[in-house]
């Protein structure tokens, strides 16, 4: 199964409603009702989605869509080279150790101006927000028992949280607070906030029971220091901006045709009978076309709501065009179940 990494045209905000495709290139005829089935964004790499209404976009994507990520501190033993030093490096559910990034579930709250108690100066407006972060409460060790009793009486909760700014509040010294580090990511090393003093220790015992795992810590992106993309991306000759990435692996979005997941599902029934679509972690999910539809295009025309008025004929009369880069290359990332954090050994990858 592939589905389709895109490329944004415009640097201004956008809100998505529906979806009709240009340049379809296809012996099939143009699918009649291809329309947004789902909207979704991923604020840490490699954890819980968010489903959205709608979603505004920005040059890196969907506004909250993969800012931040988790990594792990790199100490080589013995080392002369350079590129083998110590460093940062992102961790996701590649690796097979670390599945269970897949529960950490986290949710956003965004300031809200119209609010009667809404003041400029509180520290969650001066960071555009908040992302809390939820995760399993451990139940190892001696204690074992009666924290999973606590849980069973409804007495202690499920799972444990914190709460991060969205981004470094302005009233405060982001040097000190939150300063810039290296992180590796692929072939790149942009600089990204270090998050690491909000990080609570049973954290680090829900990733790393076992401790095998060098120091582990929370990057949030930087404006300034963004991915530029280039691969199968348009140059910056031809839109007039080079297209940038937060933590995204390697394009701002990610697009999904649902027949096409329906066709794997059906493929691996036997080892997984019901193949969840959020294994595949995509921005926008489309219905309408059949199975591998998307393949042929080269470009998505995103349309706002048709209206009657004919003066104000909204952003369905000519919407939002932007360019399929290439097809989406999976690696075993959907064979982690998002539910339970387990990682099927071999589907639905084989399929």
Same mark, same amino acid.
């Given at each position: &199964?592939?589905?389709?990494?895109?490329?944004?045209?415009?640097?201004?905000?956008?809100?998505?409603?529906?979806?009709?495709?240009?340049?379809?290139?296809?012996?099939?005829?143009? *699918?009649? !009702?291809?329309? @947004?089935?789902?909207?979704?964004?991923?604020?840490? @790499?490699?954890?819980?989605?968010?489903?959205?209404?709608?979603?505004?976009?920005?040059?890196?994507?969907?506004?909250?869509?993969?800012?931040?990520? $988790?990594?792990?501190?790199? /100490?080589?033993?013995?080392? /002369?080279?350079?590129?083998?030093?110590?460093?940062?490096?992102?961790?996701?559910?590649?690796? !097979?150790?670390?599945?269970?990034?897949?529960?950490?579930?986290?949710?956003?709250?965004?300031?809200?101006?119209?609010?009667?108690?809404?003041?400029?100066?509180?520290?969650?407006?001066?960071?555009?927000?908040?992302?809390?972060?939820?995760? *399993?409460?451990?139940?190892?060790? &001696?204690?074992? $028992?009666?924290?999973?009793?606590?849980? &069973?009486?409804?007495?202690?909760?499920?799972?444990?949280?914190?709460?991060?700014?969205?981004?470094?509040?302005?009233?405060?010294?982001? @040097?000190?607070?939150?300063?810039?580090?290296?992180?590796?990511?692929?072939?790149?090393?942009?600089?990204?906030?270090?998050?690491?003093?909000?990080?609570?220790?049973?954290?680090?015992?829900?990733?790393?029971?076992?401790?095998?795992?060098?120091?582990?810590?929370?990057?949030?992106?930087?404006?300034?220091?963004?991915?530029?993309?280039?691969?199968?991306?348009?140059?910056?000759?031809?839109?007039?901006?080079?297209?940038?990435?937060?933590?995204?692996?390697?394009?701002?979005?990610?697009?999904?045709?649902?027949?096409?997941?329906?066709?794997?599902?059906?493929?691996?029934? /036997?080892?997984?009978?019901?193949?969840?679509?959020?294994? $595949?972690?995509?921005?926008?999910?489309?219905?309408?076309?059949?199975?591998?539809?998307? +393949?042929?295009?080269?470009?998505?025309?995103?349309?706002?709501?048709?209206?009657?008025? @004919?003066?104000? %004929?909204?952003?369905?009369?000519?919407?939002?065009?932007?360019?399929?880069?290439?097809?989406?290359?999976?690696?075993?990332?959907?064979?982690?179940?998002? +539910? /339970?954090?387990?990682?099927? %050994?071999?589907? %639905?990858?084989?399929?």
């Amino acid at each position: &199964m592939s589905s389709l990494a895109i490329i944004w045209l415009p640097l201004i905000p956008v809100t998505i409603f529906l979806i009709s495709h240009k340049y379809y290139q296809c012996t099939n005829p143009r *699918p009649k !009702g291809c329309r @947004k089935l789902a909207l979704f964004a991923y604020p840490i @790499k490699s954890c819980a989605g968010i489903e959205l209404d709608t979603a505004d976009v920005v040059p890196t994507g969907f506004t909250y869509d993969r800012q931040f990520c $988790f990594a792990e501190y790199i /100490t080589p033993k013995t080392s /002369t080279n350079e590129s083998q030093q110590a460093h940062w490096t992102a961790r996701t559910l590649r690796d !097979g150790s670390l599945c269970k990034m897949a529960l950490i579930r986290p949710e956003i709250w965004v300031p809200d101006p119209t609010a009667e108690d809404y003041c400029p100066e509180l520290q969650e407006v001066q960071s555009q927000g908040v992302l809390v972060i939820h995760y *399993p409460r451990v139940t190892a060790g &001696m204690l074992s $028992f009666p924290v999973k009793l606590g849980v &069973m009486l409804g007495i202690l909760s499920k799972e444990l949280s914190f709460r991060v700014p969205f981004s470094p509040p302005e009233n405060t010294d982001p @040097k000190s607070t939150y300063p810039l580090i290296p992180v590796k990511i692929w072939k790149d090393t942009p600089l990204a906030h270090d998050y690491g003093c909000h990080l609570p220790s049973s954290l680090h015992r829900f990733l790393d029971p076992d401790r095998t795992r060098g120091p582990l810590t929370l990057f949030r992106a930087n404006s300034s220091h963004h991915r530029e993309i280039f691969r199968n991306a348009p140059r910056k000759e031809d839109l007039g901006f080079q297209p940038v990435t937060g933590f995204a692996d390697a394009y701002p979005i990610h697009l999904l045709n649902i027949a096409s997941v329906q066709d794997i599902a059906g493929k691996c029934k /036997t080892d997984i009978p019901e193949l969840s679509i959020r294994r $595949f972690r995509a921005n926008i999910i489309v219905q309408g076309p059949g199975a591998y539809e998307e +393949d042929h295009w080269k470009r998505v025309r995103i349309c706002g709501p048709k209206t009657e008025s @004919k003066s104000e %004929p909204g952003a369905g009369a000519g919407g939002v065009e932007v360019y399929t880069a290439c097809r989406t290359i999976r690696c075993k990332l959907p064979n982690v179940d998002p +539910d /339970t954090g387990v990682r099927h %050994p071999v589907e %639905p990858d084989r399929a």
